[in-house]
C-alpha cells in the first residue's frame, strides 16, 4: 500500500510562494514508487470557522455539515500531512486558521472523550510537514504560526518529533520564491526526506 500523502494548499493568493514551495515538495515525494499524493486547496472547498460550541464533546463530531466531513476522514487516513500557509501578522492565514480550529473535534475525541483519533497501531507512524513563506525578515517571524501548527499536528496524534519544516522568508510578492536561491533545492531535499522518515516510522 502506498504512503498517503494529504497537503493543504490554504492560501487565499493561488499558486504564490508558499502553494510554489508545496508544489516542489509534491514533485519530489512523487518521484517515490510508494507514495499517493492529494491536494486540497482551500479555495476549492468549504471550511467554516469553529463555533466554539464545544458539542464535539459530547458528539464526536462537528455540528457543522460542510467539507471538513470529507476531510476530517481523509486527515485521519493520511501518512502524512503537510499544512502549506504564509504569514499573515505573524499567523497563518485565515484560511488555515479555519482548518486547525475546526480540528477542535479530534482535541475533544483525544482529551475529553477519551477515544483513539487514529487505530493505536497507528500512532508514531504519521508524519507532518508545515512549509511556510514570509515577506519579513525577522527571527521571530515564523514562531506564532509554528505553535498552531504544532497544535493541529498534536490533535491528530503527529507528534513533535515528527514534523519537518520549510520556512522561507523574505519572500512576498507573488513568484518571489522562484528566484531564491535555495528554496527550490530546500523543497526537494524536504520531500525526499519526507519519504525516508515514512519509510523508517512504517517498517
Known sequence: ???KV????????????????????????AE?????????????????PCRGCNACEILNKC???DDMDILH?????????IFAS?????????EGKALVDRAQVFRSRKYVLKLPV??????GKRLGIFISTAGQNWDIVFDGAKMSIKCFFHVTEIKDR?????LVRGVDRAGEVEAHPTARDEARATGKAAVGRLREMNR
Open 86 to 94: 504564509p504569514i499573515y501578522c505573524l499567523g497563518i492565514c485565515a
Open 1 to 3: 500500500m502506498p504512503y
Open 162 to 166: 515528527d514534523i519537518l519544516y520549510l
Open 32 to 48: 517515490e514508487p510508494d507514495v499517493a499524493i492529494e491536494k486540497v486547496a482551500l479555495d476549492e472547498v468549504t471550511v467554516n
Open 63 to 65: 455540528v457543522q455539515r
Open 73 to 81: 476522514d481523509k486527515i485521519v487516513e493520511a501518512d502524512c500531512i
Open 118 to 123: 487514529v487505530p493505536p497501531e497507528r500512532v
Open 6 to 29: 494529504l497537503a493543504f494548499a490554504t492560501s487565499p493568493r493561488r499558486h504564490g510562494n508558499s502553494e510554489t514551495l508545496l508544489d516542489w515538495v509534491l514533485a519530489s515525494m
